[in-house]
Each structure stands twice: as structure tokens, then as C-alpha cells.
């Protein structure tokens, strides 16, 4: 049977059942086939509902064998989205099958979906939403370039790293030819540089990729390389190499002439293994965890079973626990930390963005972490493109090394609730770009490559266009003046306190209506107070302008409310009495309420609701709201439920 091509035709009477959204009955309508996207619509007149999925989210097509009702395909994202189509005549679904297969491995950029995209800006407009992130202007916020580290020119045009970007921070006593010696001693020539630079310590995050040190070769200028390090920072007299590998995959790259510091050459240095897994271990493992997800009505067994079999969370508490072990050096200990992995640009990365989240309250914060994301992963050389199927290629060389750095920021953000401007649907945002190919951000393998693709002449930024939404991306509980916020995050990362993350992984979760997210609720909540506040400011001017006296507002202090363990239930006939106010003791052991203070001026009491220090868990960032709740029905609520 010859195929088709079905781009730009439509097929009628299509059954589409999405089930990882909790869908249980399917949906009848039409499938249209674009050059970019697979389309189906509706035939409600009433609702008319569009689902759209790009052709560069589709991981996977596969064709079951024809039933009486028709020919099944399912579609596979890589937003872990399983949707299934139903299509009456077989030679339709055969032909749709093969167009799919075809546009969702695309072998050129030419084909990608972010080339084609037009939204409606004009040139000057494209151009500013690429000076959007300005990483110039973070260096500077960090206080760099300074007295300690300064811009080399050493990699003008990509001369000496072509997958470095083209201005980097080093030791001010590093001289040109230390830097290129250096270089040519390190995997893909990626020398040690500065990524972050902590202001308070004078420490520094710096980070390269492994030396081709073999089993005994050593070089003059890497040694002096890191001994400019060590002296970039005047506190400390060695440094923290962090190398993320396991030890015995280090040990094993020896054998091919790279591996490992010797700490006998580098007499400045305490080396520190971390033992985060290969991007091969990491796509099994993801893929196990995705396998969990597709379970039909899995026992509590099973699904506990698969999670632990899957082995994530244990790789998840690896990258966060080399975070850890850096932002303690860097903080506590004041010593400047070089990291590498094999080649640096995925393990590196995941422990340096990491490392800033916890050390830098901006990088919490909407803005920050896109700032985050362009310094350590796109500028830094991260290998968009080939870890994320972009095009067709070497499946190998997939892995989902970004997905972990965010999920590690959601698991921090499950711990820290109130120390994170943005919510989880930012990281799911994140993330649907990171593959959707609809903007150039996310594009190529480093920045050489990007810069030879003129992708900012015929692409777009991403970053403007989530600004724009990020009252979407907003956590309500966010307090930029509670103690978590401002300073370093400590977290737990004991085996339990890691969760599965839902909201990613179970789109069922995300996608049943009715019910309200505590998000939402709470947005809601405050809009609601701040239009409360202005009406009792409107008030009080009124009263004002009536009475002819000022109004004072008396702050009542609210004592936290703590659960008391000793308390003895009542058992007489009648209920305790409840009294309100404050009971003083006479001399005969009888108690009277104290009579209210009388004030000529006009006094409201007030609580101070922006002051959550006396009722706020300052480890973990959340703010107890037990003692805020209101004394009527509450109380009884709570009698009842002891």
C-alpha cells in the first residue's frame, strides 16, 4: 500500500482519548495534520475544544493492530502526555502513522517548529526579547569583575573553547598563556572559569571539565590554573575540586587518558566525589518512573515498588546533595569550589545551578532562575539539541538532565514554600519549552552554534513571553522578608523527604476541574485582602472627616497558638466557661476581666498581619496560620475533632 502524505489534510469521525489527563470517555471530532502540529478539534458545536501538540513533543508513535471500531495510534509526549487516536479507515491511520513518524524527528533546524513561529512583533521587539536576560548585568550584581576575577579575551571568536561562550570571568593572575595551557589539559578544552561568585566569603563556584590527566600525566599550567583559584579568593589557602562522578567511573576514564585530579600534583586542592550517575542511567531511570505512571490501576505494592525501582529519587537526592556540599563550602566555610564532571556541561551544571539556588535568594525568584538557566546551561555549552531530541540522531545521547535540575528546584520548593517566587507551573513551563522547540532558547548545543544558526535574527526568546504571563507563575506564599528567603537554604536531604513529583509526572492530577488549587485559593485570598485594606482606608478617612479626630490603630499582638497536649476534657455536667480578655487575679483568689482602657482619640485594634515572625517556621519557610484563624466556628471545630 503506498503512503500518503496526510500534511495539510484532515481526517473526520476521529476518536481521541487522552488518557494520561484522567480522560475517561473520548472525544469525537476532526484531526488535521500541519507542517508543525498535530491538531484535533471537536465536533461540540458547544465547546469546540482545540488540543494542539507539536510535532517536536511527540516522543513516540506507535500503531496497534486495526479493530472493528478502527485503527489505534498512540502518541507518547515528552511531556509524559499519552494520547490515544482512534481513526475509522485503516489507510488513513497508516498513512497518518507514517507522516508523524517522519515529523517528529525532523534532521535539520530548518524544520523545527521555532522557525517558522511569527507572533506578531516586529524586529526591534525580537531583538530586545533576546537582551531580555542580561548576564552582563548579573555578573555585576555579584560584584564581578573586581580585584580578584576579571573578563579574559582569551576566548574571542571561541578560539580556545568552542563550546564555551565567548566572555568568561578568570583569577586575575592568570595569565594567557596559563589559560591556554590549561586548556589543552582539560576535556574539550574547558577550562576552569567562574560561574558564581558570593560576595559575603569572597568564595567562588567556578567549574571545567575533567583533566586528561590519565594514570600519572600532569601539567604546569593547570596546576598554576587552580592555584590562581585558590588565590582569587584570600580567606582560604586550598580548594574544594568537586568532581560529581562516581569514583569508580572517574577511576575507569583513566584508562582513556583523562580522569581525575592527583592530589600529590595539585598540592592545593582536597578532592571530593559525588557520585551523581551517567546520562545513560538517568533515561532508564526516568524511564522507569514514566512506566509507574502508565500502570493501570496499580496497587500501592506495585507503585511503590516501581518508584523504588526505579532509583530517581535516589539520583534526585544525589544532584541536590552536591548543591549541598558546595553552598556549605562556599558559605560556611568560606572556600571557593571548582566542579567537573566528564566533559561539564551535565553534571557540572545540575551542581552549579543547584549550588546558586541555595546560596543566592535572587535566584529564587522568577527572574532569577531564567538568569539561572541561560548562565549555567545555555551559555555554559549544555547540550540542548542532543540531550532533548531536537533532531534526529543518537538516542544515547538523550537524558533528561535539565528535567532534574528543575525537579530538584521543586523539591526545594516543597521544603522552602515561602522562599520561592514562582510556582510549579513555571518549572512545568520550563520544561514544556525545554522540548517544544516553539522558541530558540532551548536551540543547539552551545552558544558558537547558535550564533551560526542566526537564531536570534530568525528566532524568538522564550523569556519575555513567560514574564509577560508570570502572574500565572506566581507563589503566593512568597515573603522576601522571612529569613529562608533572604539568606542560604538549608534543606533536609534525608531519603523521605523526597516526594514524587505529580504535578510533572501524573497529568490526572493536574487536570481534574472542580476543585480549586491551594495556588489559586490563596491568590485569591490576598486579592481579596488587599481590596479589604483599601476599603478600611477609605473608612478611615471617612471617620475621620466625620469625628474631626485622628484615628490611631492599636496593634494587637497575636500569641501563637500551640496544641496543648495536657489539657484535661471536661466532665461536668456543664460546659467550661469561655471568658475574652485578659482575667486578672484579686486578693481573694477571685478573677475579674480588665475593664478596657478609655482613650479620647478614635482607637481601632489592629493586627499586624505583615509581621510573620512570631508565627512563622523560619526552617521551613512556612507561615503557621493557625494562630490567624478566626475564633467563632473554628474552636468548635477543632473541640470536635479531639
Avoid at 564581578?144 to 571568536?157: F, I, Q, Y
Wanted: hydrophobic fraction near 35%; include cysteine; charge should be neutral.
Amino acid at each position: 500500500m503506498p503512503i500518503r502524505n496526510k500534511i495539510g489534510e484532515m481526517v473526520e469521525n476521529v476518536r481521541l482519548l487522552e488518557r494520561s489527563c484522567g480522560q475517561r470517555k473520548p472525544s469525537v471530532g476532526t484531526l488535521y495534520l500541519s507542517a508543525t502540529h498535530t491538531i484535533f478539534v471537536e465536533n461540540n458545536p458547544e465547546t469546540r475544544k482545540e488540543t494542539w501538540v507539536p510535532h517536536s513533543m511527540v516522543s513516540g508513535v506507535e500503531r496497534l493492530p486495526p479493530s472493528p471500531t478502527g485503527s489505534q495510534l498512540i502518541l507518547r509526549c515528552k511531556d509524559f502526555r499519552v494520547i490515544l487516536v482512534l481513526i475509522p479507515q485503516e489507510r488513513d491511520c497508516v498513512d497518518i502513522h507514517a507522516s508523524l513518524a517522519r515529523l517528529s524527528r525532523p534532521e535539520k533546524y530548518s524544520e523545527l517548529y521555532c522557525l517558522s513561529f511569527n507572533p506578531n512583533v516586529n524586529k526591534e521587539q525580537r531583538e530586545e526579547s533576546w537582551a531580555f536576560v542580561d548576564l552582563a548585568a548579573d555578573y555585576r550584581r555579584m560584584g564581578v569583575p573586581n580585584n580578584l576575577w576579571v573578563t579574559t579575551a582569551a576566548n574571542s571568536e571561541y578560539r580556545v573553547c568552542d563550546t564555551y561562550p565567548s566572555e568568561l570571568f578568570v583569577p586575575k593572575s592568570a595569565t594567557p598563556a596559563v589559560i591556554v595551557g590549561s586548556s589543552r589539559f582539560r576535556s574539550r578544552g574547558r577550562f576552569p572559569v567562574l560561574s558564581y561568585f558570593h560576595q559575603d566569603t569572597l568564595a567562588a563556584v567556578c567549574r571545567c571539565s575533567q583533566p586528561l590527566s590519565g594514570f600519572s600525566g600532569r601539567c604546569q599550567e593547570d596546576e598554576m590554573m587552580l592555584q590562581a583559584v585558590m588565590k582569587s579568593n584570600p580567606g582560604s589557602d586550598y580548594i574544594y575540586v568537586v568532581d560529581t562522578r562516581p569514583k569508580l567511573n572517574a577511576m575507569a576514564n583513566r584508562a582513556a587518558g583523562k580522569g581525575y585530579e592527583n592530589e600529590d600534583h595539585y598540592t592545593n586542592i582536597k578532592l571530593q566525589f559525588i557520585g551523581i550517575e551517567n546520562i545513560h542511567v538517568m533515561r532508564s531511570s526516568q524511564q522507569k518512573i514514566v512506566d509507574v505512571g502508565e500502570m493501570r490501576s496499580p496497587s500501592m505494592t506495585d507503585f511503590l515498588f516501581g518508584l523504588e525501582n526505579s532509583g530517581w529519587l535516589k539520583h534526585i537526592k544525589a544532584i541536590l546533595d552536591a548543591g549541598v556540599f558546595i553552598a556549605r563550602a562556599v558559605a560556611d566555610e568560606g572556600i571557593s569550589v571548582l566542579v567537573h564532571c566528564s566533559d561539564g556541561w551535565d553534571r557540572t551544571a545540575q551542581a552549579c545551578s543547584v549550588a546558586s539556588l541555595l546560596l543566592d535568594p535572587y535566584y529564587r525568584t522568577i527572574r532569577g532562575l531564567m538568569v539561572l538557566i541561560e548562565r549555567d546551561w545555555v551559555s555554559f555549552g549544555h547540550k540542548f539539541s542532543h540531550r532533548y531530541a531536537h533532531l534526529d540522531g543518537d538516542p544515547k545521547e538523550v537524558s533528561p538532565v535539565l528535567d532534574q535540575f528543575l525537579e530538584c528546584a521543586w523539591q526545594l520548593s516543597e521544603q522552602f514554600p515561602c522562599a520561592f517566587e514562582f510556582n510549579e507551573r513555571f518549572l512545568i513551563a520550563v520544561h514544556s519549552h525545554i522540548y517544544s522547540c516553539q522558541y530558540g532558547t532551548f536551540l543547539g548545543n552551545c552558544e558558537k552554534e547558535r550564533r551560526d544558526l542566526r537564531l536570534r535574527e530568525h528566532s524568538h526568546s522564550v523569556w519575555p513571553q513567560l514574564w509577560k504571563e508570570r502572574s500565572q507563575f506566581t507563589n503566593p506564599l512568597y515573603q522576601t522578608d522571612l529569613s529562608p528567603s533572604q539568606g542560604v537554604l538549608r534543606p533536609n536531604t534525608s531519603p523521605y523527604c523526597f516526594k514524587l513529583w505529580k504535578g510533572l509526572y501524573n497529568h490526572t492530577e493536574k487536570s481534574m476541574p472542580p476543585r480549586q488549587s491551594p495556588a489559586d485559593f490563596l491568590s485569591t485570598v490576598r486579592e481579596e485582602s488587599k481590596q479589604l485594606e483599601e476599603e478600611l482606608t477609605n473608612q478611615q478617612e471617612r471617620l475621620t472627616a466625620l469625628t474631626g479626630k485622628p484615628i490611631t490603630w492599636e496593634k494587637v499582638a497575636v500569641p501563637r497558638r500551640r496544641r496543648r497536649t495536657d489539657c484535661q476534657k471536661h466532665g461536668g455536667p456543664d460546659p467550661p466557661a469561655t471568658t475574652h480578655g485578659r482575667l486578672i487575679s484579686g486578693p481573694d483568689g477571685q478573677t475579674d476581666r480588665k475593664a478596657p482602657r478609655k482613650d479620647p482619640a478614635l482607637t481601632l485594634p489592629l493586627r499586624d498581619t505583615d509581621d510573620f515572625s512570631a508565627c512563622s517556621d523560619l526552617e521551613s519557610g512556612v507561615a503557621d496560620l493557625s494562630s490567624r484563624s478566626s475564633s467563632g466556628g473554628d474552636d468548635n471545630k477543632e473541640a470536635e475533632l479531639e
